[in-house]
């Protein structure tokens, strides 16, 4: 949690050449927090989904990342596919959406 006189600091040494694998760009994404298996506290980041700008705005991203709090390092989930090997297991592009953690688990509703 947040302290009264907590500050912004930088996550990674010095410049984006240390960010390693990471997430494109994107606007009206959804990020969300969550529980760790190895954790009683929230300290990791779910990216879902956005939109980069291309195809004149058309090009909904279905892609999904954590953010490790404690490591600043990004894993990808769900890659970026212009069509998903199994449509049952991830929901379609979208940007503009809602998401939340569910209290009692690591899960993420879109």
Do not use: C
């Not at 996550?11 to 990471?22: D, E, S, Y």
């Not at 939109?51 to 709090?69: A, I, K, M, R």
């Not at 991830?90 to 569910?102: C, L, M, N, Q, V």
């Amino acid at each position: 949690p947040l302290r009264r006189g907590s500050h912004w600091h930088g996550l990674v040494g010095a410049g984006r050449a240390n960010i390693g694998a990471h997430p494109i760009a994107r606007t009206r994404a959804t990020l969300s927090s969550v529980t760790l298996s190895d954790s009683a506290h929230p300290v990791g980041l779910i990216l879902f989904g956005g939109n980069d700008g291309e195809n004149d705005g058309e090009n909904y991203l279905d892609d999904e990342w954590l953010f490790d709090t404690r490591t600043a390092a990004w894993t990808m989930l769900l890659p970026h596919t212009a069509q998903a090997a199994d449509a049952s297991v991830r929901p379609d592009g979208r940007f503009g959406h809602s998401a939340i953690t569910h209290k009692s688990s690591s899960e993420v509703v879109i």
